[in-house]
């Protein structure tokens, strides 16, 4: 892993995007990818082993939302609460928590191991806005979040029915797909009340891949 290379290719990928990241955000992330591909060899907490890949899908595909969650808090409050379902390794989770301090975000996961890596990235990095809860997210005690997101987690109906107590009356649903997901919201919409507000398409730097950003909204709200 060429430290150099992917300093200057993640400041290039974050202005592409128009995420203002200072030096210090740029080596919490790379220190946080540089951890995840250790903690790999042992712990499994992603399918990528290439450090290459890594920074693509992982980092750089994770940051390609900040301006969205960024556009909700200016209609919302600078103290978002966000909740990210199925986090894994901390994705997008950690990468939202070093993007902004004063995003409050809690990463859940059924997985020990992972959240462990996630409770360790907290301390090793400096996130005091980050936190790792190891629980099932249907069994935790609602969290009253601005935000719930969800990345590779769940189709959408299952994002929802598990997810949507923990949402506040003001907040919003976020789930990031690859392709436009319409079977899962012909599904969603015959069996809940929650639909499609509207899909942002995402363009990752460096990745020649389909990706979107998928809101929902209660009917009715």
Aim: glycine letters at 4%; charged letters at 20%; aromatic letters at 6%.
């Amino acid at each position: 892993m060429d430290i150099d290379s992917f300093r200057q290719r993640l400041q290039l990928a974050a202005q592409a995007l128009g995420v203002e990241l200072q030096g210090a955000q740029i080596d919490t992330l790379l220190t946080y990818l540089q951890q995840m591909q250790r903690w790999n060899k042992t712990y499994n907490l992603t399918a990528l082993r290439d450090p290459e890949l890594m920074l693509i899908q992982h980092i750089f595909d994770s940051l390609s939302i900040v301006p969205c969650i960024q556009a909700i808090a200016a209609n919302l409050t600078p103290n978002l609460k966000i909740v990210d379902v199925g986090s894994g390794g901390g994705l997008p989770g950690v990468v939202l928590a070093t993007s902004c301090s004063t995003w409050n975000v809690h990463c859940i996961d059924a997985v020990e191991k992972k959240m462990a890596f996630v409770r360790q990235m907290s301390a090793v990095l400096g996130l005091h806005n980050l936190n790792a809860h190891h629980v099932r997210i249907e069994q935790v005690e609602p969290f009253s979040a601005d935000i719930v997101i969800s990345r590779a987690f769940a189709s959408l109906i299952d994002f929802v029915q598990l997810s949507e107590r923990h949402v506040n009356p003001t907040g919003q649903m976020l789930a990031m797909k690859a392709k436009y997901p319409a079977e899962e919201i012909k599904e969603l919409e015959r069996a809940t009340s929650w639909r499609v507000d509207h899909i942002k398409e995402l363009v990752v730097p460096e990745l020649d891949a389909e990706r979107c950003l998928v809101y929902l909204k209660r009917v009715g709200v």
